[in-house]
């Protein structure tokens, strides 16, 4: 059997193969990421193009590879576009230097913040506080709380 040509639409099975992601990541990813707009057939069938494929390994590399969050990603297309992402997989691949012009990741961002000590309310003895890398675990699962709270706020909609 013959391979479609690489101007060809895929359909999502295709491209969750592809970059070895379940399929439902890359609904999610549409969520996420306004960039990403494949065609949708009667059904709500997805198709998508070659640029959208792409972005979508861009978008792949930043996240899986280089451990970017996905605000962070956000950022880098805001501030850097949608072309940038598009061809930083391809050149990641070859091993090309990839400049990311000075855009830290908002995870990283708040990890280095300072952060006032927390004594907990009711505490025995109130000069217990958490340590520095208490703080920045507890900061880390505040995002991921966050990040569940907008995903099922959306799965509401």
Same mark, same amino acid.
Do not use: C
């Given at each position: 059997m013959l391979g479609k040509s690489p101007e060809a639409f895929r359909t999502i099975s295709e491209v969750a193969k592809d970059l070895s992601v379940p399929k439902h990541v890359l609904r999610f990813w549409e969520g996420k990421f306004t960039q990403?707009? /494949?065609? +949708? $057939?009667g059904g709500g069938r $997805?198709?998508? $193009? /070659?640029?959208?494929v792409d972005l979508l390994k861009g978008i792949r590399q930043l996240l899986y590879s280089d451990g970017y969050t996905i605000k962070g990603v956000q950022k880098i297309l805001r501030e850097q576009g949608v072309r940038f992402v598009m061809d930083y997989w391809d050149l990641a691949s070859q091993g090309d230097a990839v400049v990311l012009r000075d855009i830290p990741d908002l995870a990283s961002e708040t990890a280095r913040s300072t952060v !006032? /000590?927390? @004594? /907990?309310?009711?505490?025995?003895?109130?000069?217990e506080q958490l340590s520095e890398g208490?703080? @920045? !675990?507890? #900061? #880390?699962?505040?995002?991921d709380l966050e990040e569940c709270r +907008?995903?099922?706020?959306?799965?509401k909609k």
């Open positions: 990403l707009r /494949p065609m +949708k $057939r $997805r198709y998508y $193009r /070659p640029e959208d !006032e /000590p927390y @004594v /907990p309310s009711g505490s025995q003895d109130q000069g208490q703080a @920045v !675990e507890l #900061r #880390r699962l505040l995002g +907008k995903i099922l706020a959306d799965a």
